[in-house]
């Protein structure tokens, strides 16, 4: 069985940071695209940042860039999202998703259940 799991939401004070961390169970993802994606309320889930398959290079949403950092352990077969200069504007709950094709999209074949974050200005 497939499982992602997410932790390290919360709620923070603009300018803060937090890392959100994704474990992966039930195969191993190190040649999975994987990344994250998150939701607001009212508003369509939308791409943050992503691992293309194996591993090799990254991208960014063009909000996050400079903010957001990604990064994986395949040893622990988990992924990370180090989250720094946080805006109100990045509240949302945060999903990690991995895809068997080359790029994560919308939709990814595994997602996990969401995490909160929450920016308070």
């Known amino acids: 069985q497939v499982e992602l799991v997410e932790s390290g939401g919360g709620l923070v004070q603009a300018g803060g940071s937090l890392r959100l961390s994704c474990a992966a169970s039930?195969?191993?993802?190190?040649?999975?695209?994987m990344g994250w994606f998150r939701q607001a309320p009212g508003k369509e889930r939308e791409f943050v940042a992503a691992f293309r398959w194996s591993g090799r290079s990254t991208h960014y949403a063009d909000s996050v860039k400079g903010r957001f950092t990604i990064s994986r352990d395949n040893a622990k077969n988990t992924v990370y999202l180090q989250m720094n200069s946080l805006k109100p504007e990045d509240t949302a709950v945060y999903y990690c998703a991995a895809d068997r094709g080359p790029e994560l999209t919308i939709a990814a074949d595994y997602w996990g259940q969401g995490t909160q974050v929450t920016v308070s200005s």
């Open positions: 039930g195969r191993t993802f190190s040649s999975y695209a």
